[in-house]
């Protein structure tokens, strides 16, 4: 495809005086304007929105960092965020990170580079010292508890939904809770094993590191858990399980093992997606969607650094 | 932000003079040039990567045109495509179109301006003479059976799988079979209506209006396509559904109903997502996220014109 350079050459003329004709800039001859004109249309070039945006200095465009393309908690923001940016007439850059830094790191240099408006990191890889130092090249908007940085968020309190989840379940009688959740780093990942262990000592309950399940983002995973849970001497009565996903796949496979729900095992999941609807399942509901459209508004208008909190609200259904 | 300008502006020279300095260019004299560093450092000024690919002619963007942001179906393909960004250090950037024929084409113009590398239309909505005059600017990939036209797809034959499908059930027993698709406009809708009306004729049935149920996307629409076979003097026998999760939602409002299947209600459905392999939905297998893969590949490689049709595979499990 013909550049400016290609034109240029095409009609004879210096590059300056191409950028002269695309931009109706007086001083320029009218044979050399005729020739730049034919160059142009013979090849078809058309003025490359790249160089409008170098002048303008915005690009309409807005970076999404997410860890997986195609994952029921983040596919809802990105709903959210894609609906919203439907409306702005914006477009969005997806950077799927697979949690791995230097992937993080490219979408962060993109914004450096002014290539998008705004980032949204969805959930945060690099440490805090490395996102710092991008701080000034443009709006980045985090989904998570950020009220002790100069940075915005739209977030949900883990900690809390999470004492809320363990709190029903010590309610309705259970003292021996496990957890399944993803990573156990990352400031949410902390949080709710805080969360946990505030809950244990609250009711004088041991702390079993068996009782813990990481790394659990997928249906498939359920059947891992129920594994484990049939080897153990002395299973849980009830799991409180981070999405709803690894819910479905616990009681799918607890069904096929003749595990009974609720009466042997209590599940709890998290974000009230889709499948557990269909499934019966008791959940604690994240309002992802609108989540996802607020981090969209907050990337395109950050005059001012603020933290809003969601919150979320128990759904009972019969898995507990 | 500081652009080009400012720093011209700050270091008491031209824009010219910045940019050869940016590029390192001779014929900068020595104060010159220590008047824009230094005004660099001071703005924290940064190349822009917009002025870089005016130069190289490549964004390293690819755009994907789909319809919704969350629909299991296009999440698939998505998925597919991400991870083979992913592997070839490619971006994408969502174009989520809402089937509204003005978000295609500014897709379209994206690729003309030459702010993305290429585009994969996962479900056209333009006419074929509107995208005519786009296809010189740079590759379009179809997610549709293109072998009369001079463009590259990944496509499946639907007239073929449904006809299959179709067949299958035919084979089961059963004559009086009805069809959930979404759109009925579209090559893909439209292929799909001939497969039935072609199968009917053969079995030597009528063709029954209200056996098609159309705008059928979601799992919701599964209540009101059972309430309405409920209405039915003279209800199928057989559902052919064209995405697993308006399959799912019939299963799980037939079960409300009291309706049994297969017995009463033969239910197949389309893609085998997860949602089919929990219900046990016998189904339709596309290998969506490897035709997202290929879409990808062929996007950033598509030198010479090519059609590639994808297999399906029939998956039985219990609702025929």
């Not at 050459?9 to 004109?37: D, Q």
């Amino acid at each position: 495809m013909a550049n400016i350079k290609d034109i240029a050459k095409m009609a004879g003329v210096s590059v300056t005086t191409v950028s002269r004709v695309i931009n109706n800039h007086p001083y320029v001859s009218f044979e050399k304007r005729e020739a730049v004109l034919r160059a142009i249309e013979v090849s078809k070039y058309e003025k490359n929105i790249n160089a409008v945006h170098l002048s303008k200095g915005k690009t309409f465009l807005i970076g999404i960092a997410i860890p997986f393309s195609n994952h029921p908690f983040f596919a809802l923001i990105v709903e959210g965020i894609a609906n919203e940016a439907l409306n702005n007439n914006y477009k969005l850059v997806l950077f799927q990170t697979n949690y791995e830094e230097f992937r993080e790191i490219e979408a962060l240099d993109m914004l450096k580079q002014k290539q998008i408006d705004a980032l949204i990191i969805c959930s945060r890889i690099c440490q805090w010292d490395t996102i710092d130092a991008y701080l000034d090249y443009g709006p980045i908007i985090f989904c998570e508890d950020t009220r002790d940085k100069k940075v915005s968020s739209i977030f949900m309190d883990h900690y809390k939904s999470f004492s809320k989840a363990l709190e029903y379940l010590h309610f309705k009688g259970h003292r021996k809770v496990g957890i399944c959740v993803g990573r156990r780093t990352g400031f949410n990942g902390e949080q709710r094993i805080l969360a946990y262990r505030d809950f244990l000592n609250k009711i004088n309950e041991p702390f079993e590191s068996e009782y813990i399940f990481s790394d659990c983002y997928d249906f498939e995973n359920g059947e891992e858990i129920v594994q484990r849970l049939i080897n153990m001497n002395n299973p849980p009565s009830a799991l409180l399980v981070s999405n709803d996903q690894v819910a479905a796949g616990i009681v799918t496979c607890s069904k096929e093992k003749r595990i009974s729900i609720p009466h042997e095992l209590a599940i709890i999941g998290f974000d009230n997606q889709p499948i557990a609807k269909i499934m019966n399942i008791t959940t604690i509901e994240i309002p992802l969607v609108e989540m996802g459209r607020k981090l969209f508004l907050r990337a395109i208008n950050n005059k001012n650094i603020s933290q809003e909190e969601i919150s979320v609200k128990l759904v009972e259904r019969l898995t507990v």
